[in-house]
């Protein structure tokens, strides 16, 4: 048997066609953490409420998402991956190719996919070309089809000044206007715009649509708890960077009959997470995880949590009731700072300046918040992921935008 003798040429969708079983792809360019991905995998299990449920398909270059759970009718394809060195400067992780056949490698690999998968809606996160423009020879040939295409992105993209540069780089305007429908904003506009300083068109601005927070289900999920004894909860994303702060975690005071819990994330240096569980080692109270496929129990269950500030992260932890202390990234962008501050000022997290960590302070800091009642947060926007499916069914039922060269 071949190819041939399996295949079924798709008949296209037209807008109002009906309820047939959707397609829907996500891409996510994967350099640094595991943001991306997770923020796609939250936003494929939500959508899984369209009915009927559809067929999903990551895009992603973070070989861990193999190991997330990932919804019905959800399945990945694999990206080979970037990565960034600790000037923030792109490359390739793992093989040796230098940047530009990683690049071409993956852009072939996306065009391939999409052609064959055509999708009814394809989410892309962040980059509107794909990063690098590794994705627009896929854009030009979806937007002569009837796939609706969104560009999603997170609350704050880096300090103002810097994401206007970024944008201007990427000639994301003409990008939108070009390949795109609409514009998904992940966060609440009254603490947050990330397209404020990006100086879009009124006609491209009019494509924006603010979902809120993308905050999983904040309903008690009745999963057990993953430990008998009171928990205080420390996540360091994907681990990058967060070496300081699971030092410092791990060495912090805690009350009696309180355990520490520290996950590293998988991408934390061999060298620094063995010395952060050196570290905890000499402690009865203290353990050190590389890697937490399912965070929700930890989180729903944890009397305390402390964390960088990436989006993903902090929105998981915003779903519980748990005091919430982010100690952000500061560079080589601002976005993690710049988002702590403004949900800190809303009253849904403490925040503490990296410059100003120290296991002493993550101690007091614990001790006075295991004193406070639990309570559901407010103040925000957080209903984000209840409103996608209904968004994604508007616009795959939606005359489409006329695309323009410009």
């Known amino acids: 048997m071949t190819l041939d003798d399996v295949a079924t040429p798709r008949p296209p969708r037209a807008a109002g066609d009906g309820p047939g079983r959707l397609r829907i792809a996500l891409y996510s360019h994967d350099a640094q953490g595991l943001g991306h991905t997770r923020r796609n995998l939250a936003l494929a299990s939500a959508l899984g409420a369209l009915e009927p449920r559809p067929d999903v398909l990551l895009l992603t270059g973070a070989p861990e998402a193999a190991a997330f759970g990932r919804p019905p009718g959800c399945d990945v394809v ?3 991956a970037l990565g960034k060195d600790p000037d923030g400067e792109y490359a390739a992780r793992h093989l040796s190719a230098d940047l530009a056949d990683l690049i071409s490698l993956r852009s072939a690999i996306l065009s391939s996919t999409l052609r064959s998968f055509t999708p009814d809606l394809l989410i892309v996160d962040k ?9 627009e020879p896929a854009l030009r040939v979806l937007w002569r089809g009837p796939t609706r295409v969104v560009l999603g992105l997170r609350d ?34 009254t603490l947050s715009d990330p397209t404020a300083d990006l100086g879009l068109p009124a006609d491209l601005a009019a494509r924006v649509t603010h979902t809120g927070y993308l905050v999983p289900d904040r309903g008690r999920s009745g999963a057990p708890a993953p430990m008998q004894t009171p928990f205080v909860l420390g996540l360091a994303g994907g681990g990058a960077d967060g070496a300081r702060l699971a030092e410092a975690f791990v060495s912090a005071p805690l009350p009696a009959g309180v355990h520490g819990v520290f996950v590293t994330g998988p991408h934390m240096p061999p060298a620094r997470r063995r010395a952060v569980e050196a570290l905890a080692a000499g402690r009865a109270d203290m353990s050190v995880r590389e890697f937490a496929p399912d965070l929700a129990p930890w989180l729903e269950h944890a009397s305390a949590v402390v964390s960088m500030g990436g989006y993903n992260t902090v929105c998981e932890a915003l779903a519980g009731t748990a005091p919430l202390l982010v100690v952000p990234r500061v560079r080589p962008r601002a976005e993690q700072l710049v988002r702590a501050l403004r949900l800190a000022g809303a009253g849904l997290l403490d925040l503490l ?14 001790g006075e918040a295991l004193e406070r009642p639990r309570r559901p947060r407010g103040g925000a926007d957080l209903e984000g992921l209840a409103r996608i499916p209904e968004l994604a069914r508007k616009l795959i039922d939606s005359p489409a935008f006329a695309p323009t060269a410009s």
């Open 78 to 80: 694999g990206l080979p």
């Open 127 to 135: 980059h509107p070309r794909g990063v690098f423009g590794e994705l």
């Open 156 to 189: 704050v993209l880096d300090a103002p000044s810097a994401a206007a540069a970024d944008w201007e780089r990427a000639r994301g305007t003409s990008a939108l206007r070009r390949y795109y429908d609409a514009v998904w904003c992940y966060g609440d506009p």
């Open 353 to 366: 300046h990296p410059a100003a960590l120290t296991p002493s302070g993550i101690g007091a800091w614990v």
